[in-house]
């Protein structure tokens, strides 16, 4: 069983930054991919940034060069830096595992907002 927790979100002026953390329990050592996925409300969940077990990132074209994802295996820790963060990065970010059996496991959410 795997569990993540996230934290770091928050309200943020449009042009500011903020880090989100995960912090994965359980069963990690071996996983497919983690990644970053925000959700507005009515909108279906989109993924924002992946990092495969290799250490291969995908982004969302919107978010290229202004987030970063990035792991620390040494924490389990998954991160995303978000820099320049417009109103429409507005949403409930997610941390998610998929594991060597292909099952998803999801964090609770956080809360971005950015908004002046």
């Known amino acids: 069983q795997v569990q993540l927790v996230e934290s770091g979100g928050g309200l943020v002026r449009p042009g500011g930054s903020l880090r989100l953390s995960c912090v994965a329990s359980?069963?990690?050592?071996?996983?497919?991919?983690m990644g970053w996925h925000r959700q507005i409300p009515g909108q279906s969940r989109e993924l924002v940034a992946g990092?495969?077990?290799?250490?291969?990132?995908n982004y969302l074209s919107s978010v290229k060069d202004r987030f970063t994802i990035s792991r620390d295996n040494t924490k389990n820790a998954l991160y995303l830096q978000m820099n320049s963060l417009k109103p429409e990065d507005t949403a409930v970010y997610y941390c998610?595992?998929?594991?060597?059996?292909?099952?998803?496991?999801w964090g609770q959410g956080t809360q971005v907002t950015v908004s002046s």
């Open positions: 998610c595992l998929v594991g060597t059996d292909l099952r998803a496991y």
């Open positions: 359980g069963s990690t050592h071996n996983f497919v991919s």
């Open positions: 990092i495969s077990g290799n250490g291969a990132t």
